[in-house]
């Protein structure tokens, strides 16, 4: 089965623009998650949906970031406006409904805010 | 707040040798551990996991150890091979697999030849 999948893989992009990342989960999974690592920090969850609801959305740092997941497929983050200290890697997750479901991770969209 | 920490961030062991790799976490609720190994420009990757009702298990050249009374957490890679260097990260979380992820900062697994 084709795993995670996220878009682009790399952005750069000026301070006070706005930027729009993409997940496409694996197949079937209900739950998706959103994570970051900030250069020389740990990978910090944002949020949690389980099909296109948001169940968990206690890690988002602030208001200039918006995730979606209509029709509980894919979904998008998005950064606006964007912040020096936005840069750092941005991980998908998903997984299964129901205990256990081990969370495969895309490769990640490095962001970079000049 | 409570987090997951890595004792050493960086470990380096000689090819065929054995290697152990530990992390402490704060939350008393975790029930649910994972090991996950990250290699350069991709995403973590699932090794292994084990719950709060078990004190090891093993895997393919892998073994966890949990240890709930001190919360440590470890996970040992036997006959280590050079395709094993990588990042290698703890995480957690209370809600059985299916909650966010808290992740340590990460320690670097370097195999010498």
């Known amino acids: 089965e084709a795993g995670v999948t996220q878009f682009p893989s790399h952005s750069v992009i000026e301070k006070g623009q706005t930027v729009t990342l993409r997940c496409d989960p694996i197949?079937?999974?209900?739950?998706l998650y959103w994570y970051r690592r900030v250069m020389g920090k740990e990978i910090k969850f944002l949020l949690h949906?389980?099909?296109?609801?948001?169940?968990?959305e206690s890690g988002m740092p602030n208001n200039r970031f918006l995730a979606e997941r209509t029709g509980g497929t894919y979904s998008t983050l998005k950064v606006q406006p964007a912040e020096l200290e936005d840069s750092g890697v941005y991980f998908c997750?998903?997984?299964?409904?129901?205990?256990?479901?081990?969370?495969?991770f895309g490769p990640g969209t490095r962001l970079t805010v000049l | 707040g409570e987090s997951v920490g890595l004792h050493l961030p960086t470990l380096s062991v000689q090819e065929g040798d054995n290697s152990i790799i530990n992390c402490a976490y704060s939350?008393?609720?975790?029930?649910?551990f994972i090991w996950y190994k990250q290699e350069s420009g991709k995403g973590p990757q699932f090794i292994i996991d084990?719950?709060?009702?078990?004190d090891k298990r093993q895997g393919q050249r892998v073994t966890v150890l949990l240890n709930k009374t001190v919360k440590h957490l470890s996970l040992q890679i036997a006959a280590t091979q050079p395709g094993d260097s990588a990042v290698y990260f703890c995480?957690?979380?209370?809600?059985?697999?299916?909650?966010?992820?808290?992740f340590g900062k990460g320690t670097h697994l370097i195999i010498q030849p």
């Open positions: 997750a998903s997984s299964r409904m129901g205990l256990g479901g081990e969370q495969f």
């Open positions: 197949s079937g999974h209900d739950n």
């Open positions: 949906f389980v099909k296109e609801s948001k169940q968990d």
């Open positions: 939350n008393s609720a975790s029930d649910y």
């Open positions: 084990i719950r709060s009702n078990m």
């Open positions: 995480a957690e979380n209370s809600g059985g697999g299916a909650d966010g992820l808290t």
